[in-house]
C-alpha cells in the first residue's frame, strides 16, 4: 500500500464560469449518483476528463490505510439530511495490513447537498464520463456499507470540487467493524487518487 494515497476530487481549482443550473429546491427528493472518479491528466490540465473507476484512501489511528473504488446511486427523500433504503452500489477494498475484497451499500444515513458546481475549471470545458456534466454538485454522503469479510462500516464521502464552500473534505472516510479510518489526506495534484464526484438530478 502507498502512504501516498493522497489526491481528492475537488479538482479544486480556480473555476471562471457560470455555476451549473442544478436544482436542489428544499424539500424535494433528490436522486443522486456518486463516484470516486479517475482524472484525464494529472497535474489537471485541458482536456480536462472525469473517468470512473478511480481510487480513495483513508488512514486509521495505527497507520492503516483502507484504499476503495465505488460508484452507486441513492434517493434522498427530503432533498438533504435524509436516510434512505433506496441505495445501489459498491465497490472494492483493500488494507495495508492485510485484507480485500469488495462491499456494497446498504442505506443511505445522510445526505447533504452543499452547492452545483462550476461547469467549466480554469475557463476550460470538462469531459464528465461519470454523468450530466451540468449536474455535477458538491456535498457529503453517508452510507451504511457491508464488506466481504463479514464486517459492516459508514461509508463518508466528500466532495469539494469548483464552487464549494469551506468544511467539505475531498474524497473518502469509513469505519470498518470497530476501525475508524477518519484521518483523510488532502488531494495532490500530480496523484490521481482520492476525488468524487455527485450527480443530482
Same mark, same amino acid.
Given at each position: ?12 481549482? *480556480? ?11 428544499? !424539500? ?24 470512473? !473507476? ?30 434512505? !433504503? ?33 461547469? &467549466? ?7 464528465? &464520463? ?7 454538485? &458538491? ?44 484521518? *483523510?489526506?488532502?488531494? *495532490?495534484?500530480?496523484? &490521481? ?6 450527480? *443530482?438530478?
Amino acid at each position: 500500500m502507498k502512504s501516498k494515497r493522497l489526491g481528492l476530487l475537488g479538482v479544486a481549482v *480556480v473555476a471562471l464560469a457560470a455555476l451549473s443550473p442544478l436544482s436542489a429546491a428544499a !424539500g424535494g427528493a433528490q436522486h443522486v449518483s456518486w463516484d470516486i472518479i479517475s482524472l484525464g491528466s494529472v497535474p489537471l490540465a485541458p482536456p480536462i476528463t472525469f473517468n470512473p !473507476g478511480g481510487v480513495a484512501s483513508a488512514q486509521a489511528p495505527d497507520g492503516d490505510w483502507i484504499t476503495v473504488t465505488g460508484h452507486g446511486t441513492f434517493v434522498a427523500p427530503d432533498g438533504s439530511n435524509g436516510g434512505s !433504503g433506496a441505495v445501489t452500489g459498491g465497490g472494492t477494498w483493500e488494507t495495508s495490513l492485510g485484507g480485500s475484497g469488495t462491499y456494497e451499500v446498504k442505506e443511505l444515513v445522510a445526505w447533504q447537498f452543499a452547492s452545483p458546481q462550476i461547469l &467549466n475549471i480554469g475557463g476550460q470545458p470538462v469531459t464528465d &464520463n461519470t454523468g450530466d456534466n451540468t449536474k455535477r454538485a &458538491n456535498g457529503v454522503a453517508v452510507l451504511r456499507i457491508e464488506f466481504s469479510d463479514g464486517s459492516s462500516g459508514v461509508l463518508t464521502g466528500g466532495c469539494h470540487g469548483s464552487g464549494a464552500p469551506d468544511g467539505i473534505f475531498e474524497g473518502i472516510a469509513t469505519t470498518k467493524g470497530f476501525k475508524t479510518y477518519y484521518t *483523510v489526506p488532502n488531494p *495532490v495534484p500530480e496523484v &490521481n487518487e482520492g476525488r468524487t464526484l455527485f450527480h *443530482v438530478q
